[in-house]
């Protein structure tokens, strides 16, 4: 708990001071990043922190990117009004819905995602951190285009002619576009009426990880009805 608690600190004073802004899919922007957990103290930790967090605002980040979300509530219990402060601040930043209740000796911390959002990283390391972090906290993830030494599963797909559905119902077609560009598809939609006529594609290769073979195969079986062409690793 101290280790996480450490890191989600450093998350924050860090990360989240990035001149470099990440769209995630539903308009909010992010560029959550984290220093690497060391053993040193917590102490010199924290004036590492502050002494090169205008250095490390300066650096660019690389196209790597995490999508993650979470559909119903989740409520976890944190043992001090300091460390909910932490999780709280953190789960808002990268765009969750979060409720607090303070129960005297502990918070209980309730939050969702109930939508794909994503957020963009500068390393591989950093990539490991918050794909951790976010499954800690009870979320799916992917990694779009992930680390090459990844042990993970993954799909590499691609759909190169055009596909045009007409979706009916708009909350299904919201999420269904929302995670089409979360894969990095190019998607146009325009609403008709009754119905939202959209077109997909994804003329070039994309690779995608997942947490696990169940995961895995759920994506490459909705990839598939959707039309495109998929390779399955592990």
């Given at each position: ?224 009805e959707s039309g495109f062409e998929t390779q399955l690793t592990r």
């Open positions: 708990m101290k280790y996480l608690a450490i890191l989600t600190a450093i998350t924050l004073v860090v990360g989240f001071n990035q001149s470099v802004n990440a769209q995630t899919n539903v308009s909010n922007k992010t560029e959550p990043a984290v220093e690497s957990p060391t053993s040193q103290p917590e102490s010199t930790q924290t004036r590492q922190v502050q002494r090169t967090s205008t250095a490390i605002a300066k650096v660019k980040s690389a196209p790597k990117k995490i999508g993650f979300r979470l559909k119903e509530w989740k409520t976890i219990h944190t043992p001090s009004i300091e460390d909910a402060q932490v999780t709280i601040a953190t789960l808002k930043k990268i765009g969750c819905e979060v409720e607090s209740d303070d129960h005297g000796n502990h918070v209980d911390v309730k939050y969702r995602c109930s939508e794909w959002k994503s957020m963009k990283v500068a390393t591989d390391q950093l990539v490991n951190q918050w794909v951790t972090w976010c499954a800690g906290k009870g979320m799916e993830t992917i990694v779009v285009d992930p680390p090459e030494t990844t042990q993970k599963p993954t799909i590499t797909f691609r759909l190169l002619v055009e596909r045009n559905v007409h979706l009916h119902d708009e909350t299904q077609a919201k999420q269904i576009l929302n995670t089409l560009k979360l894969i990095n598809c190019k998607v146009t939609s325009n609403q008709h009426g009754d119905h939202m006529d959209a077109t997909f594609s994804c003329p070039n290769w994309v690779t995608i990880e997942l947490p696990s073979k169940g995961s895995a195969d759920g994506w490459k079986a909705w990839l598939d």
